[in-house]
């Protein structure tokens, strides 16, 4: 049977989200702050400092349409999770700094609840929390490492869960235990960016769909940002374009573009429900290094993601790479053990998109060394939903010129992060990277190994320049 059944494939939420492109910028046109990037980190950015400066000049140039990008494709959910794990970001930036962090994306999640309320955005919003499993005793190691992280650093909202428990709220016979968090939310990705984007521009804002930022030029009285059919010469400027800054010389070595797909089912029938339970409709996430995550979908699917990841030759971004057969395989072999009852459901859609990584993990925040009114937050490592809302509120204290404020000291915010290697050591690094990821995850499945990072993994990175 061909594992995309009669449907074809397109990205499900742009199919579900009809959209009407805005027209291009024909113009010169000058403004207060230019944001680059029509994803969640622009639009939020937007959003935050209208919500501080209602008449602010602000104009959004979009390459493609508001939502082309992560975040008009991603799983959906909005949780707190801003680091690889609460451990490592622990581990890695002490308790009052991962305190901090994980506090203010939390808060995001909450925000970003009560925002699409507040507007009426019909984004399918559900805050059934989070449950992240176990299929083994190594990744229950991570579950344990996560929750004592949680308690050292008196964070509410986290429960542990036995085998039994796990498996009562979803009857996966996979699961050996898990951890529920409170501060999470599903809902549908491009509904949200086209809704907010909606929102940013009844509130004043000009957006530009298919324009791309050809060239950046500081000038003595505004700065530039070109584009084929116009230029805005703007006082401030806000680069939000993730995955795609790789392909700029300033972020070559500081982002890898990586491909996470995702597998969609038909919808289920009743009987099929009723075997999976999942009554509170909470997304699921694994402890690989490649995790799973899953969610249901307001018509009653299942979205299936994870599993593998891809940087493609030179690290490139291409239409063609937004889908993998070689990954749609391992998608639907992994979700069948996970769902044995399930085995004749089939999927109906398949995509992906690039994400962009960073050697610590954390994404990048900052303000260009050549120009001070240029700044920049970039690469969420895959997590991007909840933590953009938290980095609009950074963007927004930078171009205000606000100073060192409670986001601008976030752990990752102006942060000297280790450089990647030049191509093609870089995507040959990456592939090699992978490769003892995925080597991990196969001991993890046979029980082999601690839930520690791989040991190999942990040099590699400490050598990073
Ligand atoms: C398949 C998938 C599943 C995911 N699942 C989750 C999840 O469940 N939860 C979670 O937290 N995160 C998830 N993520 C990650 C999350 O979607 C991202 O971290 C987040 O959307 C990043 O938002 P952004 O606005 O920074 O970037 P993007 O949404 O990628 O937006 C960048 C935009 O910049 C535009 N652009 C690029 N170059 C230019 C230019 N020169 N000029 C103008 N515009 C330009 C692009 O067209 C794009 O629209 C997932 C990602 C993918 C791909």
């Not at 954390?362 to 939903?385: E, K």
């Not at 000297?416 to 030049?422: Q, S």
């Amino acid at each position: 049977m061909p594992l995309l059944g009669a449907y074809g494939s397109s990205i499900y939420w742009h199919e579900t989200a009809p959209h009407d492109p805005r027209p291009a910028l024909a113009e010169r046109l000058d403004v207060d702050v230019a944001i680059v990037g029509g994803g969640y980190t622009g639009l939020w950015t937007a959003y935050h400092l209208q919500d501080a400066e209602p008449r602010l000049r602000i104009a959004i140039v979009e390459g493609q349409e508001i939502g082309f990008g992560a975040s008009g494709r991603n799983g959906g959910f909005a949780m707190t999770l801003l680091d690889m794990s609460l451990a490592h970001l622990r581990r890695n930036h002490g308790d009052e700094r991962a305190r901090a962090a994980h506090l203010a994306v939390t808060r995001s999640v909450e925000e970003i609840g009560a925002t699409i309320e507040r507007h009426g955005i019909d984004c399918e919003w559900v805050r059934g929390g989070l449950m992240v499993v176990a299929a083994n005793r190594p990744q229950l190691e991570r579950v344990d490492a996560d929750l004592a992280a949680a308690e050292a650093l008196g964070l509410g909202g986290f429960r542990r869960l036995s085998a039994q428990e796990a498996q009562a709220e979803v009857h996966s016979p996979t699961y050996v235990g898990a951890l529920h968090e409170e501060h999470c939310g599903v809902l549908h990705p491009a509904k949200l960016a086209r809704g907010l984007a909606r929102i940013v521009e009844q509130r004043g804002a000009q957006i530009f769909e298919g324009t791309p930022m050809t060239a950046l030029e500081p000038g003595g009285d505004a700065v530039r940002v070109r584009t084929p059919g116009g230029e805005l010469a703007a006082q401030q400027v806000v680069l939000a374009t993730s995955a795609w800054a790789a392909q700029a010389p300033e972020f070559r070595r500081r982002i890898t573009p990586l491909y996470t797909y995702v597998a969609l089912t038909e919808p289920l029938t009743d009987e099929q429900w009723a075997s999976v339970g999942w009554e509170r409709r909470q997304g699921i996430e694994d402890k690989r290094n490649f995790v799973h995550y899953y969610r249901r979908t307001d018509d009653g699917r299942i979205l299936w993601g994870g599993s593998d990841g891809v940087v493609y030759p030179g690290a490139r971004i291409r239409p063609r790479h937004d889908r993998s057969a070689s990954v749609l395989r391992r998608l639907a072999a992994t979700f069948r053990e996970t769902f044995p009852q399930l085995e004749r459901v089939r999927f109906t859609h398949h995509w992906g998109g690039p994400v962009g990584i960073t050697a610590t993990f954390l994404p990048i925040f900052g303000t260009s060394p050549s120009d001070p009114r240029v700044h920049y937050g970039l690469a969420y490592n895959g997590h991007g939903v909840a933590p953009t809302h938290t980095g609009g509120k950074v963007l927004r204290d930078k171009a205000l010129g606000l100073g060192v404020t409670e986001h601008t000291s976030l752990c990752f915010v102006d942060a000297r992060e280790p450089r990647f290697p030049p191509e093609p050591l870089r995507s040959a690094g990456a592939e090699l990277t992978r490769r003892v990821m995925l080597r991990q995850d196969a001991g993890f499945a046979r029980g082999r190994g601690s839930g520690e990072m791989d040991p190999w993994l942990l040099r590699a990175v400490n050598r990073l320049g």
